[in-house]
């Protein structure tokens, strides 16, 4: 029994260890974009923290006040996502965002520049098959047209539509960085830090 645990607890160890290096590989491309101007690189942002889940019964798209917006946290956490980004000193392409308020708040927080509204980015949280989605196939080609341009191109979105382009689930603030290689084929390049360390 003592044996059993023993095993159970140095797997669990192992898991933690091998968790903990796969995330800090997925950081390291963010040292090596440091000051410059990169090119080809896309990265899809999840809005910040808007409590609650999916859109209310009455959601409008043209008045926030029936939307999930921000809260406080939600804000602050724009604002430090674009100062950590500020930090990293990359030339940014452009910033675009989903036309719901959450997205378009956080775009405008992060204070990179002015920001372009692209429905493409819109939620599909009511969508049957997201990854196969017009606006999916749309976005994968943004990307893919993006490869030659200079400039972090910066696309704020949602859940599903960043999971459904890169099979990667995100954290609210959080978001995973993308770049074509020279066959066309979308490649996940590295994360963004979680919100509690980017200060660093």
């Known amino acids: 029994m003592k044996f059993r645990l023993f095993l159970s607890l140095i ?16 950081l390291l491309i963010w040292d090596k974009l440091q000051g410059s101007a990169p090119k080809g690189y896309v990265l899809l942002l999840r809005h910040t923290l808007a409590p609650g889940s999916g859109d209310p019964a009455n959601f409008k798209l043209n008045d926030c006040s029936t939307q999930r917006n921000l809260s406080e946290v939600g804000k602050k956490d ?11 000193e990359i030339k940014i392409f452009g910033v675009e965002s989903s036309r719901w308020c959450r997205a378009k708040d956080t775009a405008r927080l992060l204070n990179l520049g002015k920001v372009k509204l692209n429905k493409n980015l819109d939620s599909l949280f009511q969508e049957s098959d997201a990854v196969n989605h017009p606006s999916t196939l749309k976005v994968r080609q943004q990307i893919l047209n993006h490869r030659n341009k200079v400039g972090l191109l910066i696309l704020v979105g949602h859940f599903v539509n960043i999971g459904a382009v890169t099979g990667v689930g995100v954290e609210s603030g959080e978001g995973v960085l993308v770049r074509a ?6 490649k996940v390049v590295g994360l963004t830090p979680k919100l509690g360390i980017l200060s660093k």
């Open 181 to 186: 290689d020279s066959k066309g084929v979308l």
């Open 78 to 88: 724009a604002k430090e996502v674009g100062e950590w980004i500020k930090r990293r």
């Open 11 to 26: 797997f669990g160890l192992l898991i933690s260890l091998i968790t903990q290096s796969t995330y800090a590989n997925e």
